[in-house]
């Protein structure tokens, strides 16, 4: 399984930027989606997740400026990222719990990363 994560880059306060995460390989459902973020010298921090019947959580950090979707049949998730404020600034992780086999346990994967910088 590999999750590709794009839609990171460089963007004025204020501004806004989507993410997209894709899953793909051996797949057999997809349960939990979800962002997290890390900055130099902290702990990975969850921003925000979707279940596969669509509930949402969101840290409190970010609710009311971004909104995690996904589309089951693409295996992708997104996350709108809008109002966007210099703290904001971190690596971006997609995150995935799924079964890759109708016999196999949940596992978590995770993508490599992707870059948002945001200037004051």
């Known amino acids: 399984v590999q999750l590709q994560a794009s839609g990171g880059g460089l963007v004025q306060a204020g501004g806004s930027l989507r993410l997209s995460c894709v899953a793909s390989?051996?797949?057999?459902?997809?349960?939990?989606m979800g962002w997290y973020r890390q900055t130099p010298g902290k702990q990975r921090e969850l921003v925000a997740a979707?279940?596969?019947?669509?509930?949402?959580n969101y840290a409190d950090s970010v609710k009311g400026r971004f909104t995690i979707s996904r589309d089951n049949a693409k295996n992708t998730v997104y996350l709108q990222m809008n109002s966007l404020k210099p703290e904001d600034t971190a690596v971006y992780y997609c995150?995935?719990?799924?079964?890759?086999?109708?016999?196999?346990?949940?596992?978590?994967?995770w993508g490599k990363g992707t870059q948002v910088t945001v200037s004051s």
């Open positions: 995150n995935t719990r799924l079964k890759d086999s109708w016999y196999g346990r949940l596992r978590d994967y």
């Open positions: 390989g051996s797949i057999f459902s997809i349960d939990v």
């Open positions: 979707i279940t596969s019947d669509g509930s949402t």
